[in-house]
């Protein structure tokens, strides 16, 4: 066919030469996907069974990344979210209807506490929340029409390891789903499958990502009736992720092996040095015997992440935590985790009766890729300032 140049601006019969081989995996960025003829049309959402039908359900690059979380958590498949909290929100909307009753710990990522008593409440899910560290005794709170337990271990904030083997094991008794947040673990030093869960979500945003750049997550599912019902629900809800940030995320995994080593390294240091230091009263790291599920930690999981609590004594108001927070150098102020950068963030617990008794005493610490001694020294000036 002859074409005017405008045409060939869309349908150009130059190319650049193939067989372009590089290690990583090219974005591949697309919302069309072109059939091979009119018959071969249709809007499937599952591309593993029928092959690629629209960007929506996700792009080569998307899938990959989806492949490689689920070949690192041991599940069937990995959908990939625009973030954790999206990932939080697909499960729900997948698993829950009108009527269904939840179990949620009080040790729950905050905007997952939100989602549950601001949305699925309004929804007419009966929502309950648990202490994380109730074990097996959670039967106690199951109803006739309980369906979902969620999981996050360690808990957000306060760190409290669950005891995930004994909660799935009775939740299964009853036939209902459980879900955890494995985000701390980064899916690898805890085997989320092998101790009972049915589905997994992380924030890819943090380890995977590595990097504070994108927002990402994941939910994985142990088996086919999980992929197909959040399959379905993926493609009503309509969340997908941009290729551009799933590629910064494969970029990111590749080094997440060494990363995570010195991250558990310098954090376990840091926290060590704190619990000797005479202003703190608790440190709320798995690895210690702090922690409250410390010897659960040593039982299920095979390393720590860098991101901890530490507690100050009765004795410091909130003024002098504050302070202390804000004469740290390093070690930035700042929400999300897991990033090269060190950071700090001070929480007050005083309106939140159902979580432990640490006021306005409690500070929440990143650890990041900085020199140890550099950041320990950040501390210790910190902890001198709070005084003045
Ligand atoms: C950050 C975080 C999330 C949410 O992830 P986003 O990508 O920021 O939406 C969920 N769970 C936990 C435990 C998190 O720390």
């Known amino acids: 066919m002859r074409k005017n140049w405008k045409t060939k601006l869309i349908h150009p019969d130059a190319h650049a030469p193939e067989g372009f081989r590089s290690l990583s995996t090219p974005t591949y960025r697309g919302s069309t996907v072109l059939f091979s003829d009119a018959a071969a049309v249709e809007d499937t959402w599952d591309q593993y069974a029928v092959g690629y039908t629209y ?4 792009t080569p690059t998307t899938l990959e990344l989806g492949a490689r979380v689920c070949e690192l958590e041991k599940g069937f498949r990995t959908f990939i979210t625009p973030g954790g909290q999206g990932a939080i929100a697909l499960i729900n909307l997948a698993f829950l209807k009108a009527g269904d009753h939840i179990l949620v710990p009080e040790s729950i990522y905050t905007p997952n506490r939100k989602f549950a008593v601001e949305l699925l409440r309004r929804f007419g899910v009966e929502v309950t929340f648990y202490q994380p560290t109730i074990g097996a005794g959670i039967q106690s709170l199951f ?3 309980t369906r979902l337990v969620w999981c996050e271990s360690p808990g957000s904030i306060t760190m409290e390891v669950q005891d995930v083997p004994a ?5 299964h008794k009853i036939e209902a789903t459980v879900v955890l947040d494995n985000t701390w673990s980064a899916g690898i030093y805890f085997d989320a499958f092998a101790h009972g869960v049915d589905i997994t979500m992380q924030a890819l945003t943090k380890y995977v990502g590595g990097h504070s750049d ?6 994985t599912v142990r088996d086919e009736a999980g992929y197909k019902r959040l399959g379905s629900t993926h493609q009503l809800v ?3 992720a941009s290729p551009d940030d799933c590629s910064l995320a494969l970029r990111g995994m590749k080094t997440l092996a060494v990363r995570l080593k010195a991250i558990e390294a310098s954090g376990l240091e840091l926290a060590r040095w704190l619990a000797e230091r005479p202003e703190i009263e608790l440190v709320l790291h798995p690895a210690l015997p702090s922690c409250a599920g410390h010897e659960l930690w040593k039982r299920d999981f095979t390393g720590s992440a860098g991101l901890f609590s530490i507690v100050f004594q009765r004795r ?7 302070a202390f927070v804000d004469s740290l150098e390093l070690f930035k102020i700042g929400y999300s985790w897991a990033g090269v950068t060190s950071l700090a963030v ?5 309106s939140t009766p159902n979580r432990p008794d640490y006021g306005a005493r409690i500070v929440r610490l990143n650890t990041g890729l900085e020199d140890g001694d550099d950041l320990k020294a950040d501390l210790a000036h910190a902890l001198e300032a709070m005084k003045r």
């Open 167 to 171: 909660i799935a094991d009775a939740a």
């Open 214 to 219: 994108l927002l990402l997550g994941s939910v």
């Open 346 to 350: 001070a929480y007050d617990f005083h």
């Open 143 to 145: 109803r006739s029409n």
């Open 55 to 58: 960007g929506l359900y996700g």
């Open 316 to 322: 410091f108001t909130k003024q002098q935590v504050l």
């Open 238 to 240: 309509g969340c997908a």
